[in-house]
């Protein structure tokens, strides 16, 4: 308990200090035109936008991992999984039809069912995944782009990186002791994690009053860095034109890469990015296109923080860095056998 509370006490204080650099890097405005206040209003702005749009999703997010704890058993969960682990991770990736949730959704659901025995592999390609692949996204992307390459592309794309990043950890031995932090140790009953509640009958109000208890845990623990990553995103765009990185975006290499960086400093929410995207259309390549729609909803600023709420610090890494690099190569591919 001690060892827990001196941890939140140092993610807080770490919070604190990332503000307060983030606050005195704004008021330089030498070589600019602003004001200080301009600054700041700008920041403000661009924060409470990141951040009011990730919300409502982390605390979907969170319903849905507080309904999972209570009526989701164990047993039930591995049922409905191959037993094949490549078919199993193949279905991790396409989970999200039945969890509809984005980035910031995804992290505390995953969580939950890392807790109720999901094979890593399958829990690392849903995370990855899910995102993109859900109906709502699936909607608002034919929106923006109609049924074509790019809708094709960026599915296919989705669902070949999440599955590949997730049999990479399947092959670790003791994969949950190897990834998940000291939090997640192995409890009564089995599970990992947050310790079951003990078996009962319950009523219905009774349930879904559990289920709100934990869904609040959850949603204020995996909030301390939506909030940090939030605050880090809306520095990024405030103090790096995003005119200096199109401008730069040329090429079969150097647009994909461009468009990557983009994705990941602008921290869209996976339900929106598309009508982003779509104001590049004409000035940027398929393939960074497409990598824009994959690798943002992976990992952006936001996510990248909430995944240290969940894995050890090297996992995240790898979490960053293995999207980043497939997506890469996939965006260049698609670029040169687009100008065949």
């Not at 204020?220 to 034109?241: D, H, K, N, V, Y």
């Not at 995240?316 to 040169?336: C, K």
Request: some cysteine; aromatic content about 12%.
């Amino acid at each position: 308990m001690q060892h827990m509370t001196i941890r939140k006490s140092l993610i807080w204080l770490g919070g604190l200090m990332i503000l307060a650099f983030l606050l005195y890097t704004l008021l330089d405005v030498s070589g600019t035109d602003l004001t200080p206040q301009d600054r700041i209003n700008t920041f403000s702005t661009r924060f409470l936008g990141i951040f009011i749009e990730a919300v409502p999703f982390l605390l979907l997010g969170s319903l849905v991992s507080g309904l999972i704890e209570v009526y989701v058993s164990k047993d039930d969960l591995l049922k409905l999984l191959p037993k094949n682990p490549i078919l199993a991770t193949a279905g991790g990736a396409v989970m999200g039809f039945a969890f509809p949730v984005c980035e910031c959704g995804v992290v505390p659901v995953t969580r939950r069912l890392f807790t109720k025995g999901l094979p890593m592999s399958v829990g690392i390609a849903f995370l990855l995944a899910a995102p993109v692949m859900n109906p709502i996204v699936f909607v608002s992307t034919f929106i923006a782009f109609g049924w074509g390459e790019i809708i094709v592309l960026r599915f296919v794309m989705t669902i070949v990186v999440a599955v590949s990043v997730g049999l990479i950890f399947a092959y670790l031995a003791r994969p949950h002791e190897t990834l998940l932090p000291v939090s997640f140790a192995p409890v009564r009953g089995g599970n990992w994690g947050i310790q079951p509640l003990p078996p009962q009958k319950m009523t219905l109000i009774g349930g879904l009053y559990r289920a709100g208890r934990i869904a609040s845990d959850e949603f204020f623990e995996m909030g301390r860095f939506l909030i940090i990553g939030s605050l880090l995103a809306a520095w990024m765009q405030t103090r790096i034109s995003q005119q200096s990185l199109l401008d730069i975006g040329s090429g079969a290499f150097v647009s994909v890469l461009v468009m990557q960086g983009l994705a990941f400093l602008l921290s869209l929410c996976s339900t929106v990015d598309s009508f982003v995207a779509l104001s590049f259309l004409n000035t940027f390549s398929t393939g960074s296109l497409v990598a824009f729609l994959t690798f943002g909803p992976m990992v952006d600023i936001k996510s990248a923080m909430m995944f240290a709420g969940v894995f050890k610090k090297k996992v995240v890494v790898y979490l960053i860095v293995l999207p980043f690099l497939m997506t890469l190569l996939i965006g260049i591919w698609v670029n040169i056998w687009m100008m065949r």
